[in-house]
C-alpha cells in the first residue's frame, strides 16, 4: 500500500512563499508519476502541477505558472511544490497524488491517480 503524506502548509501573506512536501511510502517512487492538486472552499478539486519522471518537463495550470515550481527527490521518496508571490486566491486544501507512469494519460487527469494525501492546509492573506 502507497501513503502519502503532505507537510508544509500554513497560513502566508499575500507575496509570501511557502514549500510543500509530499513523503511517498513505498519502494517504487520512482515509477509514480506525481501530481498536486488543490480545492478551494465551496469548489471542486483542480490540477495544480504534475511531474512523471525526475527531469522531466513539469506542467502547470496556467493560474500558477511562473510562481510553482514542482519537483521531485527520487532518493527522498518526495515530491515538492515551491509556491512563490501567493496570492488569496491560492487559499485552498493542496494534495498530492500518486499514479502508475502511464505516457498516455495526461498528468493532469484527477481521475487517473491511484493514491492521495490527506491534504494540507494553505492559506494565504491579502
Known amino acids: 500500500q502507497v501513503q502519502l503524506v503532505e507537510s508544509g502548509g500554513g497560513l502566508v501573506q499575500a507575496g509570501g512563499s511557502l514549500r510543500l512536501s509530499c513523503a511517498v511510502s513505498?519502494?517504487?517512487?520512482?515509477?509514480?508519476?506525481m501530481g498536486w492538486f488543490r480545492q478551494a472552499p465551496g469548489g471542486k478539486r483542480e490540477f495544480v502541477a504534475g511531474i512523471r519522471w525526475s527531469g522531466d518537463i513539469p506542467n502547470y495550470t496556467d493560474s500558477v505558472k511562473g510562481r510553482f515550481t514542482i519537483s521531485r527527490d527520487n532518493a527522498k521518496n518526495t515530491v515538492y511544490l515551491q509556491m512563490n508571490s501567493l496570492k488569496p486566491e491560492d487559499t485552498a486544501v493542496y494534495y498530492c497524488?500518486?499514479?502508475?507512469?502511464?505516457?498516455?494519460?495526461?498528468?493532469?487527469?484527477?481521475?487517473?491517480?491511484?493514491?492521495w494525501g490527506q491534504g494540507t492546509q494553505v492559506t494565504v492573506s491579502s
Open positions: 497524488a500518486a499514479r502508475r507512469l502511464n505516457p498516455g494519460v495526461p498528468i493532469s487527469e484527477e481521475r487517473r491517480y491511484d493514491y
Open positions: 513505498g519502494r517504487t517512487f520512482s515509477s509514480y508519476a
